[in-house]
Nanobody, 128 residues
Framework: QLQLVESGGGLVQPGGSLSVSCAAS????????ISWFRQAPGKEREGVGC????????IDAASVKGRFTISRDNAKNTVYLQMNSLKPEDTAVYYC?????????????????????WGKGTLVTVSL
């Protein structure tokens, strides 16, 4: 069974850091571009950023640029979202998604309609 599983969410104080992981089960993550999304309470899901198969990452959400980074470790079949200088408005369920297209080596994006697989999400709460 093909699955993406996010982990590492939890409660963190404002200004703190947290790394959430996206692990693949049943398939090789290395052949997919991976995107991160988040959905805050009462809000629509938004794209955070993505990483290509080649390992080039981009952050699309203006509110997290300079604070969040995305990396991948293909040997561990895992992609990471490192979040620094967290703010209460970063509170959300964070999802990873995988897409495999002919251009995924060089390109990735955060169009949620383009994803092949989704994880179930992990909750990140930023609060005192």
């Amino acid at each position: 069974q093909l699955q993406l599983v996010e982990s590492g969410g939890g409660l963190v104080q404002p200004g703190g850091s947290l790394s959430v992981s996206c692990a693949a089960s049943g398939f090789t993550l290395a052949v997919y571009a991976i995107s991160w999304f988040r959905q805050a309470p009462g809000k629509e899901r938004e794209g955070v950023g993505c990483i290509t198969r080649a390992g080039r990452s981009t952050i699309d959400a203006a509110s997290v640029k300079g604070r969040f980074t995305i990396s991948r470790d293909n040997a561990k079949n895992t992609v990471y979202l490192q979040m620094n200088s967290l703010k209460p408005e970063d509170t959300a369920v964070y999802y990873c998604a995988a897409v495999r297209r002919s251009g995924s080596w060089f390109h990735c994006g955060t169009s949620d309609s383009s994803m092949d697989y989704w994880g179930k999400g992990t909750l990140v709460t930023v609060s005192l």
